[in-house]
């Protein structure tokens, strides 16, 4: 009797996998951001060119519905020329791919962090380490007492390393701020001259009273 083969495993059914999965069709480049400095060499090859010759050196080989949505993007561009030169033209924001507005982000006024960072010197000199956490729970207290609430100022970890990079009483290093050594023993130390009966007499008393 000749051996039967086991019967193949059944697909598993369920929702469809959506890691490692190909590109259905082709980029529509709708959520592709360039940075200032790229938009500005764009719009400065536009002045002596057309629209589709732009798009045929910038982008090569998009069609359809891509194609249209990068005309329509580089037509938005053309109408922003003004912030978009300025933005180039700053080395900050060249590499830049979006720049938020002030006020846009909460964060605290430099007499609350400067508090804050007192009590992050006071702690860490009396021995206790600071987490990032503690650290983030403090300004919370600190911005409720301004006023603001969770939704407005959440101390979120960009802040928090912020926090060290402008901070001017914090000068370590972000490692050593936050070192989970254990505090120091606090010792006392007296010194006396061996020679001398009374100096030792109390010198032995004090110790007595503090022990």
């Not at 629209?51 to 329509?72: C, H, M, N, P």
């Not at 300025?86 to 979006?98: G, H, I, K, V, Y």
């Not at 507005?101 to 007192?118: K, M, V």
Request: net charge positive; glycine share 4%; aromatic share 8%.
């Amino acid at each position: 009797m000749a051996p039967t083969r086991p019967a193949p495993h059944r697909l598993a059914s369920g929702r469809p996998r959506v890691k490692n999965t190909p590109r259905k069709g082709p980029a529509k480049h709708q959520r592709v951001f360039t940075t200032y400095a790229k938009k500005l060499h764009v719009l400065q090859w536009l002045e002596n060119n057309t629209i589709e010759s732009t798009l045929d050196t910038f982008l090569k080989g998009v069609s359809g519905v891509a194609r249209q949505t990068a005309w329509k993007k580089i037509l938005h561009w053309r109408s922003q020329i003004d912030f978009i030169t300025q933005a180039a033209s700053s080395p900050s924001s060249a590499s830049n791919r979006t720049i938020r507005s002030t006020g846009t982000g909460t964060t605290l006024d430099s007499a609350a962090e400067e508090n804050i960072a007192n009590w992050v010197c006071q702690l860490r000199s009396d021995g206790v380490p600071v987490s990032r956490l503690l650290l983030s729970c403090k300004a919370l207290e600190v911005a409720k007492d301004l006023g603001l609430s969770t939704a407005q100022f959440k101390a979120s970890p960009s802040w928090v390393d912020d926090f060290f990079r402008t901070s001017s009483d914090l000068r370590f290093r972000h490692r050593n701020a936050f070192s989970t050594a254990k505090p120091r023993a606090m010792s006392l130390q007296v010194e006396f001259n061996p020679s001398s009966k009374n100096t030792r007499s109390k010198t032995f008393t004090t110790l007595i009273k503090l022990g």
